[in-house]
Nanobody
Framework: QVQLVESGGGLVQAGGSLSVSCAASGRTFSRYAMAWFRQLPGKEREFVAAITWLGFSTYYADSVKGRFTISRDNAKNTVFLQMNSLKPEDTAVYYC????????????????WGQGTQVTVST
């Protein structure tokens, strides 16, 4: 069982930066692939970024590639999403998710979810 708690969301102007974090409970955090998804009201959850359990490989949605960076610190049971050059269309609730096994970009493949943190990018 893994419990996830996001933090670090907020309001930022377009072009600015923001970092969100996800703290995980559980002694086997390092065995989980981790991902970030985002969701707007009335829309499906959208893949943003993912990282393998040792952090050797990362994956990004085309819309955020080159602007966002996912990383993890297994000693601290934490995964991070650094967001630079933010755009108004990045506004959403950001969720972290965990699954045992390989990374996927499909939300239904993930077993554990945080409560979400709001990121708002103003013009």
């Amino acid at each position: 069982q893994v419990q996830l708690v996001e933090s670090g969301g907020g309001l930022v102007q377009a072009g600015g930066s923001l970092s969100v974090s996800c703290a995980a409970s559980g002694r086997t955090f390092s065995r989980y692939a981790m991902a970030w998804f985002r969701q707007l009201p009335g829309k499906e959850r959208e893949f943003v970024a993912a990282i393998t359990w040792l952090g050797f490989s990362t994956y990004y949605a085309d819309s955020v590639k080159g602007r966002f960076t996912i990383s993890r610190d297994n000693a601290k049971n934490t995964v991070f999403l650094q967001m630079n050059s933010l755009k108004p269309e990045d506004t959403a609730v950001y969720y972290c998710a965990a699954r045992q096994g390989v990374v996927t970009t499909t939300s239904n493949d993930y077993d554990y979810w945080g409560q979400g943190t709001q990121v708002t990018v103003s013009t």
